[in-house]
């Protein structure tokens, strides 16, 4: 097997949230959803955990269809199940019963195994002066790299 290295991150989680933990969980998927994700086919932009019977799921992250896949495709923005170990979460569940938090998808890709796995962060929504001081600091940084490169 080749070692591809593909790589989904979810830019704009640091830009809307304040990251507090982040965790790192298996996904379960179908295989059409797999043949889509090694094509790049896939968007955490709009991404959320919920948890239902004390098993968390991810909402909203859309898997593009197959394009090979006939009538065995998935459907593209369907719930799918992530596989964490109970103690972690237990934890994530007792850290979202604090107000404003929410669980992210911040990255999805395949791990040494060929395995894909989603990292997952909990996140606290930014106010519109914190936005403002990100992109001060982002453009801060790119003004220093300039001054240097000269």
Not at 82 to 94: A, D, G, P
Not at 101 to 112: E, H, K, W
Not at 139 to 147: C, Q, S, T, Y
């Amino acid at each position: 097997m080749s070692k591809e290295r593909i790589n989904i991150v979810n830019r704009r989680a640091r830009f809307e949230y304040e990251l507090i933990d982040e965790y790192t969980a298996g996904v379960q998927l179908q295989g059409t959803e797999v043949k889509s994700i090694r094509a790049g086919q896939a968007s955490l932009g709009e991404g959320y955990g919920v948890f239902i019977n004390d098993e968390l799921f991810i909402r909203d992250v859309h898997i593009a269809e197959y394009k090979y896949g006939s009538y065995a495709n998935h459907e593209p923005k369907r719930m799918r199940k992530l596989l964490l170990q109970r103690r972690e979460l237990t934890k994530i569940q007792k850290k979202l019963g604090e107000k404003g938090l929410t669980i992210v998808p911040t990255r999805l890709y395949f791990d040494d195994n060929g395995r894909i796995k989603m990292d997952i962060a909990i996140g606290r929504g930014k106010k519109k002066f914190d936005k403002r001081e990100s992109i001060k600091k982002r453009e801060d940084k790119v003004r220093i790299d300039r001054a240097m490169k000269r």
